[in-house]
């Protein structure tokens, strides 16, 4: 008898302890899922999570303000450089590029004269550039190099060819002090520059410049110095007749080895720049800290919520409600804070909840849909370049082809892209037609409405979820019958972002 009454008293004492646990876990289970505002009405704990986040996000904004004018300047700088050295260098620049590369020429004495138009510019840099351009030292200079095939002959009268295709180069370096002595007739009457244009492959001139950007200072910034590494190439690989000239500057940013700024408070300002920078890695490294403390105890929350329902239901938790604990947002507010503290730029943006779900409830069909797209796409931009080739600009290569059907699903280009086809054959002119009218009809009125019909169900689906309530899952059933009688109820709250919210809106604590 006093074994049966015991056992009971230890049955009763055991649900009494399972209870207690329950209520307790519930607890910290509304607690957790409650939103900054929330959390003070229950607790008054004071959301220093989301204060720190709106001072960072003040901070790096003002940081991100900083060097985007910054960088302003220097995009400024190198584009203007770059513009300046095309008219420095290339004979007869227009001022516009011919499709990707700068201008072209069509005779022996214009390839020559651009040649040593190249060397003389150069010779005379200091004297005839309006920047503060300078050689990079003595010993650097002008470097020509020409690639060819090796000797034969070639008489296109009787069409015969004899030449060996393996190539040959062969370079000569054209100093700064070499170029205003003898030396340079020398060498510029060499053998080097007999150009045989029929084995010239192409021609390449290559120097480098140094140059100072004195504009940052009106920005109170400290100057820096410039090293452009110039290449200009006489392209003549197709043998057609016309030699492309490409001209590209590599730019790269130094420090100043030596400089004296007089009247200036730009000093004073690096060292402000300097300190606000080290606030902002300050409250990006506390803002770590405190997301992966709020991570941590979710995943030690997470494995009371598995252990307890497993002891009392006999059940595991499904991985759904298990994900319900990781908080998306703390994890990319991590990630920003490291790619801030390294020096990265981070750029935060606020989007809806509804569209956030939406994404995520569309991304598998969408995934899917791309899929058999992409094949179709791919398949067109085959076909145009296999076929359309040969007569149209815009279907030369593979890339131009992809970007130009691209550009037509979004209804650029479009009479461009008609019109520049050859006319030389009539058979090519109708499949050209039937081509483009029956890729723009597929993708604009069909695949690109069903991209959208899938987006749109989506949407209109979680739209439904909001009005008439989610899924219920395990862990929404879980809380669903408990009351938080343990937190305060006052209906005053001294701050503006803790709005009252309608007790209608308590089943949608859980969303993400």
């Known amino acids: 008898m006093s074994l049966g009454v015991n056992a009971g008293l230890k049955n ?32 008054r704990q004071i959301p220093w999570k989301l204060a720190l986040q709106i001072l960072k996000i003040l901070m790096v904004t003002t940081q991100l303000v900083f060097f985007g004018l910054s960088n302003q300047l220097v995009v400024s700088f190198k584009e203007e450089n770059t513009i300046a050295f095309k008219h420095l260098f290339l004979k007869g620049y227009s001022g516009t590029d011919e499709d990707d590369y700068s201008c072209s020429i069509y005779t022996q004495q214009d390839a020559y004269d651009s040649i040593f138009y190249v060397i003389n ?19 650097s200079g002008l470097k020509i190099c020409k690639q060819q095939y090796k ?10 060819l004899n030449i060996d295709v393996s190539t040959e180069t062969e370079c000569i370096l054209l100093k700064p002090k070499e170029l205003t002595g003898k030396k340079a007739e020398l060498k510029l009457n060499s053998s ?26 009106h920005a109170r910034e400290l100057p820096d110095c410039y090293a452009f590494q110039n290449t200009i190439t006489f392209n003549n690989r197709a043998h057609s007749g016309k030699i492309k000239i490409y001209f590209d500057s590599d730019t790269d940013i130094q420090e100043c080895k030596d400089w004296h700024i007089f009247n200036s408070v730009l000093q004073k300002n690096t060292q402000y720049i300097l300190v606000f920078d080290g606030f902002v890695i300050l409250s990006c490294l506390a803002s770590l800290i405190l997301c992966t403390r709020s991570i941590i105890l979710a995943w030690r929350l997470q494995k009371r919520f598995v252990t307890f329902f497993l002891e009392k239901y006999k059940r595991r938790v499904c991985y759904a409600d298990r994900l319900e604990f990781l908080n998306g947002w703390y994890v990319l507010v991590i990630i920003s804070d490291v790619m801030t503290i390294i020096g990265s730029i981070l750029k935060m943006e606020i989007k809806a909840k509804v569209l956030i779900l939406t994404m995520q409830a569309s991304l598998p069909k969408v995934l899917r849909f791309c899929c058999c797209a992409g094949m179709i796409y791919l398949g067109y931009t085959f ?18 082809v992809a970007e130009c059907l691209f550009s037509l699903v979004n209804g650029d280009d479009m009479f461009a892209t008609f019109a520049q086809i050859q006319q030389k054959s009539s ?33 209109d689906t979680i739209k439904k979820y909001q009005q008439s309530g989610f899924p219920v899952t395990d862990l929404h059933e879980f809380l669903k019958d408990h009351s938080s009688a343990g937190y305060r109820k006052d209906r005053t709250f001294p701050f503006i972002c803790c709005c009252r919210r309608q007790e209608s809106d308590d089943n949608l604590i859980l969303i993400n």
């Open 12 to 43: 009763m004492m055991t649900q009494s302890d399972l209870d207690l646990k329950e209520t307790a876990l519930k607890e910290d289970l509304k607690f957790y899922f409650m939103n900054p505002c929330e959390k003070y009405r229950a607790r």
């Open 383 to 400: 076909c145009g370049w296999i076929v359309l080739g040969p007569y149209h600009e815009k279907f030369e290569d593979l890339n131009t």
């Open 192 to 217: 080097f520059f007999n150009l045989e244009f029929y084995r010239l492959i192409q021609l390449e001139i290559s120097f480098k410049l140094k140059g100072i950007a004195l504009q940052t200072i």
């Open 121 to 139: 510019q150069y010779r005379h840099l200091k004297n005839i550039s309006l920047g503060t351009l300078g050689y990079e030292h003595e010993e």
């Open 151 to 160: 000797r034969g002959t070639m008489l296109p009268s009787n069409d015969t």
């Open 427 to 459: 058979l090519v002119w109708m499949f050209s037609r039937l081509y483009l009218y029956s890729f723009i009809s597929l993708f604009i009125y069909m695949i690109l409405s069903l991209f959208i019909a899938l987006i749109t169900d989506s949407y």
